[in-house]
């Protein structure tokens, strides 16, 4: 089979190598001997592959080896307590292995695709709208009829996160950098959208009535204090990841002052070793599909000879929706 490797940590440009495997075997790390062979349509590219090009992820396989975190394809084989069988559409989020014509995830981690979405909606599925839903409800505790400001809105997790709150049934601003991030965010369905400024809490404090409850931040970095400004009494805000490049530092202070709290949501390490907990946030986001919620935004697709490109619209900020690899194009 045709796959990616990463070669070295040298990033992007170097570090990848398009090569011939022989076909994996139907095993996973994460449950020895069975696992869910995949045949691969397209490969979801996110921050992790990115960040493995370099050497700085906190996943470190030796060299070389398959990137791709997940995919969306056709069933190859599947172990008998799969709740999908040969042939079905699936979604499934192998870790790696993903940047390869066949990959293997584990059975809790593969799900089926509904009709409704295309493969390169379903490369788009796991990773940002389990990390939203995980992150908006299971850690930030969001109810219907609350507000929400979602940094980086126009992103993988910000475009995911528009929609998982819609489907709360909770109201939502999207801040982003450019108008044409602007209408990505409103596509995603924002009810309201800023654009990044040195007024930015200002116009999210007049929007929302004096606050929201929760701030969602896949961003972090210098807007991370007026982000703590902008919530109301109980406010939250939920950590999601530093693409800004800094990690902010709280002073706890500005948290008693107006009974706030600042909430980690680390998607990945939590649910991998938890199988029921992965099929019920599966089961939870399958509704938010049937009921017209949550319906990915693809943004840039590229062959597996054009990986490369592919990471650098993530390194260099120009990615709205998620960025695709269409591994069996057609
Ligand atoms: N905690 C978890 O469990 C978990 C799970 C999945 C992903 N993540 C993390 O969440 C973050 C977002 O992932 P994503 O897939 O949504 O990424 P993405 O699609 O590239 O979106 C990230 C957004 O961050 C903003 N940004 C601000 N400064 C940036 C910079 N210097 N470089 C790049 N983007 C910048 C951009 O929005 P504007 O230009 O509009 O500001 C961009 O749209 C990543 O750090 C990822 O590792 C965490």
Redesign the pocket.
Known sequence: MRAIQIVEESGPDSALALVELPEPEASHMLTPGEGVLVEVHAAGV???ELLQTRGQYQMKPPLPFVPGSEVAGTVISAPASAAVTPGDRVAAFCALGGFAETAVAPAFFTYALPDALDFAQGAGLI??YH?AY??LVLRGRLKEGESVLV????????TASLQVARAIGASTIA????DA?AEVARRAGADHVVL?SDTWKDEVLELSGGGVDVVLD??G?DRFTDSLRSLRENGRVIV??????SIPEVKVNRLLLKNTEVVG????AYVMGKPELNVEIGAAVGGMIDDGFVEPIVGERFTMERAADALHV?DE?R??GKIVLDVRPG
């Open positions: 996110s921050f992790p990773l940002n990390t995980f992150s940094h980086g809105a126009a992103g993988g997790v910000g801040i982003v950098s450019s991030k990044l896949p961003v970095g999601v990841g530093f693409t800004g490049g949501a680390g998607w990945g993530l900020r990615a709205t």
